[in-house]
């Protein structure tokens, strides 16, 4: 079975708040990747790391910032959010690129 | 670039009904093609996939099959129950890249 793992599930947070959201995958891949889902919308990419470097930022506001500590581990620092962040924040990795597998998701809002 | 078109929806059928929710893409090269499903406050799976041209994905009773000829990779299942309704989503990957169509949501009733 593939998994992804994200915590936390909900996270309320003020406008002047820093918080992150963290991602954990067992399965050896070797890309992870951020994604923001708006309710009833696609996911859109954020951003790809690969071998633990980031390979891919889709222009997102410096507001927030990936970090990879580990090849198992990946971080959303997020900072001076605006309420128009809040979503439903994906973690997904993949061993080729191509089969992409995705946790639960965090949900995130801004206040 | 790449693109992923669904059916408009949303689709309400009663169970045991027959589902097709069509897909079609365009993309540079030959891309993977997949399904996922995102039920109501969860995060997506993967439903099915076919990496190459009439390869047939299946799982729990949904099929796609991808026609390079008609560049579709339709879902269908031959009785959808209660449990189905979710959003599904139609997704391919060139060079890298997922690229999602818009989402088609399914409710079955009883």
């Known amino acids: 079975d593939t998994e992804v793992t994200q915590t936390p599930k909900h996270l309320v947070m003020g406008m002047t708040n820093k918080k992150s959201l963290k991602c954990e995958q067992h399965?050896?891949?070797?890309?992870m990747y951020w994604y923001k889902q708006k309710a009833k919308k696609p996911p859109e990419l954020m951003f790809v790391?690969?071998?633990?470097?980031?390979?891919i930022n889709e222009s997102v506001p410096s507001r927030f910032s990936p970090e990879c500590p580990n090849s198992s581990l990946l971080n959303l620092h997020l900072h001076a959010l605006q309420p128009e962040d809040s979503a439903l924040y994906l973690c997904?990795?993949?061993?080729?690129?191509?089969?992409?597998?995705f946790g639960e998701g965090s949900w995130l809002t801004v206040v | 670039g790449n693109s992923v078109t669904q059916m408009e929806g949303p689709v309400t059928l009663s169970e045991e009904a027959f589902l097709t929710i069509n897909c079609t893409y365009t993309?540079?090269?030959?891309?993977?093609l997949f399904w996922y499903v995102q039920y109501p406050g969860e995060g997506l799976q993967l439903l099915l996939k076919a990496t190459k041209a009439d390869d047939k994905g299946s799982n729990k009773g949904f099929e796609a099959t991808y026609r390079k000829e008609t560049t579709s990779f339709h879902l269908e299942k031959g009785s959808v129950q209660v449990s189905d309704s979710a959003v599904y989503f139609c997704g391919g990957t060139s060079y890298g890249k997922l690229t999602f169509g818009q989402g088609t949501i399914l409710t079955v009733h009883p």
């Open positions: 997904a990795s993949s061993q080729d690129g191509n089969t992409i597998y």
């Open positions: 790391y690969s071998y633990e470097k980031l390979s």
């Open positions: 399965m050896g891949h070797r890309a």
């Open positions: 993309a540079t090269g030959y891309p993977s």
